[in-house]
Nanobody, 126 residues
Framework: QVQLVESGGGLVQTGGPLNLSCAAS????????LGWFRRAPGKEREFVAA????????LYAIAVKGRFTISRDNAKNTVSLQMSSLKPEDTAVYYC???????????????????WGQGTQVTVSS
């Protein structure tokens, strides 16, 4: 089993930055892909960004590409999401996710991830 704990959420003004972090514990050797998803009020959970095990492969949703950067530190078992130029539509609960399937290219579908964190709230005020 793998446990994921997110941190770094909060309230930020439009245009501001915010950094999220997720710490993994447990059977971390089984983790390949790491990703961030979000769920806005009244909407389905959606993909934000993902990164492969070697950190050489990343994937971003069109809505955040160029504004968000995902990174991981395998030695510390952490994955981070640096968010900039935040918009009110980025307001959501952000979830960290980990996938066990050996793959070079990280996935963007929720079923490709086996473990999920509890989420951290990000609110962007207009």
């Amino acid at each position: 089993q793998v446990q994921l704990v997110e941190s770094g959420g909060g309230l930020v003004q439009t245009g501001g930055p915010l950094n999220l972090s997720c710490a993994a514990s447990g059977r971390t050797v089984s983790i390949y892909s790491l990703g961030w998803f979000r769920r806005a009020p009244g909407k389905e959970r959606e993909f934000v960004a993902a990164i492969g095990r070697s950190a050489g492969s990343t994937l971003y949703a069109i809505a955040v590409k160029g504004r968000f950067t995902i990174s991981r530190d395998n030695a510390k078992n952490t994955v981070s999401l640096q968010m900039s130029s935040l918009k009110p539509e980025d307001t959501a609960v952000y979830y960290c996710a980990a996938g066990r399937v050996p793959t070079i290219q990280p996935g963007y579908r929720t079923y490709e991830y086996d473990y999920w964190g509890q989420g951290t709230q990000v609110t962007v005020s207009s």
